[in-house]
Structures are given as C-alpha cells and as structure tokens.
C-alpha cells in the first residue's frame, strides 16, 4: 500500500514504502493457532449437550471464539497492514489507522537529524527504529521495527542531504 497519487506533489516520486516488521504479527499469528484450535475441540466436544434440542454451549462456544479471533489477530493484522511509512524524494509520510486514517507528514529539507536503533533482536531479524528529528517543536518521528533498517537509513540520510543541497542552492 503506497502513497496515493492523489496525496502527492508535484514533481514527487515514491522511493520507498514500508511497514514495520512482520514479528509484530508473531503474537496475533499465535492467539490464531491456540483459539482456532480451542474453539474447534470445544465446539465438537460440546456438540453432544443440547438444552431444549438446540447445542447452544456450541454455539456459544463458537461465537466466543470468533470474537477472541476478531480482537486478537483480525483487528492487529489490519492495524499493521494499514500503518505504513513511504519516503518520497520530498518527504517521510506516516499514515496509520483502520477506521480513522491519520498520520504525520515531514518535507526532507526540515529534517535536521536521522538515526537508528537496534537491539539484540532486531539485529537478529534485521529491523530497528529509525528516529528523525525535525525543525519542529514537536518529538522526533520514530518508527519503530522498520525491516531493512540500514537501507531505510542510507536513503533517508542521502534524501535529505540533497534536499539541503537543493535549499541551499535556491
């Protein structure tokens, strides 16, 4: 999922978008696995004990199921699906949310900082958290869990070099 073309400016290109790191689904992936599986053997088990003809502890068995489903893995796969980060040559633009769509947009030649974080784990999978400060009176952007950390770093780095470049020149 890229930036829109609509949401664009003149003259600017996508160079790269990204999510963070697939581990973040490691724990909706699991609850999947371990409730798919509860809730099948409980149903089936269940199917034998009927109140008034009807197998409603089977259904209410499933229902319970389907709902843990929903808030355990549905809703965090969207959520990390929806939750994008794309740099342009002009500038970094986060956008998150499912329902609500929000996000913070940063022009390359007001970032004055851009550095990255890795700990024992993300050096194991290969991401880390990007961190940029800008002009602003606001905290620095960090995004978080980034694959490819070091490359998203070498072209954030080399994007607003020459977008100073490119200011100081006008």
Same mark, same amino acid.
């Given at each position: 999922?890229? &930036?829109p073309?609509k949401l664009?400016? +003149?003259?600017?290109?996508?160079?790269?978008?990204?999510? *963070? =790191?697939?581990?973040?689904?490691? #724990?909706?992936?699991?609850?999947?696995?371990? #409730?798919?599986?509860?809730?099948?053997?409980?149903?089936?088990?269940?199917s034998?004990?009927?109140?008034?003809?009807r197998?409603?502890?089977?259904? &209410?068995?499933?229902?319970?199921?389907? %709902?843990?489903? /929903? /808030?355990?893995?549905?809703?965090?796969?969207?959520?990390?699906y929806?939750?994008?980060? *794309? /740099?342009?040559?002009?500038?970094?633009?986060?956008?998150?949310?499912? &329902?609500?769509?929000?996000?913070?947009?940063?022009?390359?030649?007001?970032?004055?900082? #851009?550095?990255?974080?890795?700990?024992?784990?993300?050096?194991?999978?290969?991401?880390?958290?990007? %961190?940029? =400060? +800008?002009?602003?009176?606001?905290?620095?952007?960090?995004? =978080?869990?980034?694959?490819?950390i070091?490359?998203?770093?070498?072209?954030?780095?080399t994007?607003? +070099?020459?977008?100073?470049? +490119?200011?100081?020149?006008?």
């Amino acid at each position: 999922m890229t &930036l829109p073309r609509k949401l664009m400016i +003149d003259g600017e290109q996508t160079v790269m978008t990204t999510r *963070t =790191h697939v581990k973040a689904l490691l #724990v909706p992936v699991i609850i999947l696995m371990v #409730v798919s599986a509860a809730g099948s053997f409980l149903a089936a088990t269940s199917s034998g004990y009927l109140w008034g003809g009807r197998p409603i502890l089977m259904w &209410l068995i499933i229902v319970f199921s389907l %709902v843990l489903l /929903l /808030l355990g893995s549905v809703i965090p796969f969207l959520r990390w699906y929806l939750w994008t980060y *794309t /740099l342009t040559n002009k500038r970094i633009v986060e956008q998150r949310g499912i &329902l609500t769509r929000s996000g913070r947009v940063i022009p390359l030649n007001r970032i004055n900082d #851009v550095a990255f974080e890795k700990n024992l784990n993300d050096r194991i999978l290969g991401s880390g958290t990007l %961190v940029i =400060h +800008d002009a602003s009176e606001q905290p620095g952007l960090e995004l =978080h869990d980034i694959p490819r950390i070091e490359d998203m770093h070498r072209t954030v780095t080399t994007l607003v +070099d020459a977008a100073h470049a +490119d200011s100081e020149s006008i």
